[in-house]
């Protein structure tokens, strides 16, 4: 399988922490694409905030950047489509700026089989996230993988719907702050979301909401759903309070393990962890058995945890792969 990265930033970056290990080694990365100069594009990746450093050699050579020996070509493209990517299986575009048909198709127009997005975009063929609604990716060229979130509350709405009926949900993301917030207070078209990100809780809306119902549309008169950044660095969360159709006969630790066991993107902790503890997990979300809870026969809080980078990456290697594999 042949995948082009286009776009090397918070996600391409971790893309490649991914692909870099040997659970990925049957993956060739004939490319790397970003505007940013090549020296920092690598310094970026051997230095990382939230993951630490590299834990392989990361060096650069003429129109590369070498890791672990293994030499990646790199560009400085703006339009892609005028490389050459014949053969590649999957262009992972990540650079965010995919959101009309004429960005979005110039993996396409290079000679890529097919475009993975790494979030929302209307000019996609489908929105498609595993463990909710892979089965109509058919053939679609142009696919988008959604957003964490959406990757967090789809799945998990899934399994409850599908187990125990839901009757209607309200759930709210608990989001760490992200490079669309100020560090300082600055103008910005929301008045919350102008406010300096590492020292307040801000409410803002969450574009899940919609792309929730876009992936589950019979869900579009039974959810709702809120969002509060908060001063953390990375990891998210996800509190939900559920009425359910049937009543609630079990535990509330059995009820979150068995929801993890209904799906290959929901894993479960039984332990008091906080968010730090939760960096690097690569399942969609993490239930929190401790912090969950049932009220009555029919109410269920749940609590869960999810990287929102990293488990983000891990869905579209994951997608890449389904994508890759079509006949």
Not at 68 to 85: C, H, K, M, Q, V
Request: aromatic share 6%; proline share 4%; charged share 20%.
């Amino acid at each position: 399988m042949q995948i082009f990265i286009n776009g090397f930033g918070r996600i391409g970056r971790t893309l490649m922490r991914q692909l870099m290990t040997d659970a990925h080694k049957d993956i060739e990365i004939v490319g790397i694409n970003d505007i940013a100069a090549l020296d920092m594009c690598a310094y970026l990746l051997r230095y990382d905030s939230v993951f630490g450093p590299f834990p392989q050699s990361v060096e650069m050579a003429e129109g590369a950047i070498v890791i672990a020996g293994r030499r990646i070509p790199f560009t400085s493209e703006r339009d892609i489509s005028r490389l050459n990517l014949s053969g590649v299986d999957v262009v992972l575009e990540c650079a965010g700026t995919a959101q009309t048909r004429d960005v979005a198709e110039r993996g396409l127009q290079a000679g890529a089989k097919a475009v993975l997005i790494s979030g929302p975009s209307a000019a996609a063929d489908k929105t498609v996230v595993l463990g909710a609604n892979e089965q109509i990716l058919g053939d679609a060229k142009i696919v988008s993988n959604a957003s964490c979130t959406t990757n967090a509350i789809a799945p998990l709405l899934q399994v409850l719907e599908g187990h125990w009926g839901v009757a209607r949900a309200h759930i709210t993301t608990i989001h760490c702050y992200t490079g669309s917030q100020p560090t300082v207070d600055a103008p910005a078209a929301s008045f919350a979301r102008s406010r300096a990100a590492g020292v307040s809780m801000v409410p803002t809306s969450t574009s899940a909401a919609q792309q929730i119902f876009g992936v589950l549309p019979a869900f579009s008169d039974r959810l709702s759903i809120a969002a509060v950044r908060v001063p953390v660095i990375s990891v998210s969360a996800v509190d939900a309070v559920v009425q359910l159709k049937t009543p609630l006969a079990d535990p509330v630790e059995t009820i979150a393990r068995a929801i993890a066991e209904r799906s290959d993107v929901i894993g479960v902790t039984d332990d008091p962890v906080v968010s730090t503890d939760m960096r690097g997990r690569p399942e969609s979300l993490i239930l929190a058995a401790l912090e969950s809870q049932i009220v009555g026969a029919n109410q269920i809080r749940l609590y869960g945890w999810y990287d929102n980078e990293w488990g983000f990456s891990a869905r579209m290697i994951d997608m890449a792969r389904l994508i890759a594999k079509r006949k």
